[in-house]
């Protein structure tokens, strides 16, 4: 198990941008596959990104393909998600959640994960 953290949410005007960071404790963070997921009010949580434990594969869904960047830093325990031309529909909670993920493929349910951290509010504003 890996205790997760996110950090760098805020209130930001659209066009702008907002790098999300999601640190672990953990010695074996490295094995962990991780993903990005969002949640507005009164909706569902929904995946954005993820990222295998290596970093050598990511994928984002098409709605922030082109305007949002996974990457993860195993000596720092950390996992980054850079978001840049943000729109306020990308207005939402953002969580971090891990997995262990020594096969390197990539995991996009909320179900394939077990480690979630407490999520950091992204407000965009038009």
């Known amino acids: 198990q890996v205790q997760l953290v996110e950090s760098g949410g805020g209130l930001v005007q659209a066009g702008g941008s907002l790098r999300l960071s999601c640190s672990a404790s953990?010695?074996?963070?490295?094995?962990?596959?991780v993903g990005w997921f969002r949640q507005a009010p009164g909706k569902e949580r929904k995946f954005v990104a993820a990222i295998n434990w290596s970093g050598g594969r990511t994928y984002c869904v098409d709605s922030v393909k082109g305007r949002f960047a996974i990457s993860r830093d195993n000596a720092k325990n950390t996992v980054y998600l850079q978001m840049n031309s943000l729109k306020p529909e990308d207005t939402a909670v953002y969580y971090c959640?891990?997995?262990?993920?020594?096969?390197?493929?990539?995991?996009?349910?909320?179900?394939?994960?077990?480690?979630w951290g407490q999520g950091t509010q992204v407000t965009v504003s038009s």
């Open positions: 959640a891990a997995c262990v993920g020594y096969s390197g493929r990539l995991f996009y349910t909320p179900d394939d994960y077990d480690n």
């Open positions: 953990g010695r074996t963070f490295s094995s962990y596959a």
